[in-house]
């Protein structure tokens, strides 16, 4: 199933997205039993985010928070001394397209079956800190 190309680039304490979506598929978007964001959800974003602008704003908007969130707690742990959780690349520099997304979500639950029931916000920042590990000390 082809998945639209979406690309994010993170970069200091924001997140600025643009979106070159080629293609979409629509796949049924639910929440989990405790009203969190699914996996499922996050697909059917990626998925329809070239023909939906209200798919696509809220598939910005959600990784652009859970990115946020990542980075404020960055700043909480080297304001602490302690190590970051993730070393984004400088401005502009970082990406991650609608099918490394879909791609994290695969590695992070591979029963697609359980994506309904599956929060899709650790299975984000799983992907977020492979993608942007921090260099060894």
Given at each position: ?137
């Amino acid at each position: 199933m082809p998945h639209p190309m979406c690309r994010l680039s993170v970069f200091g304490s924001a997140l600025a997205a643009v979106v070159l979506c080629q293609s979409a598929t629509a796949w049924a978007a639910s929440r989990t039993p405790k009203g969190r964001v699914s996996i499922a959800q996050v697909v059917a974003w990626v998925d329809t985010a070239a023909s939906d602008p209200a798919a696509n704003d809220r598939l910005v908007s959600y990784v652009s928070g859970v990115v946020e969130g990542a980075l404020a707690a960055n700043a909480v742990l080297q304001r602490k001394g302690q190590a970051p959780l993730l070393c984004p690349p400088p401005q502009g520099q970082g990406r991650m397209d609608g099918a490394q997304i879909v791609a994290g979500m695969h590695t992070a639950q591979p029963d697609t079956k359980r994506w309904p029931d599956t929060e899709a916000t650790p299975a984000l920042l799983e992907l977020l800190l492979r993608s942007y590990p921090c260099p060894a000390s």
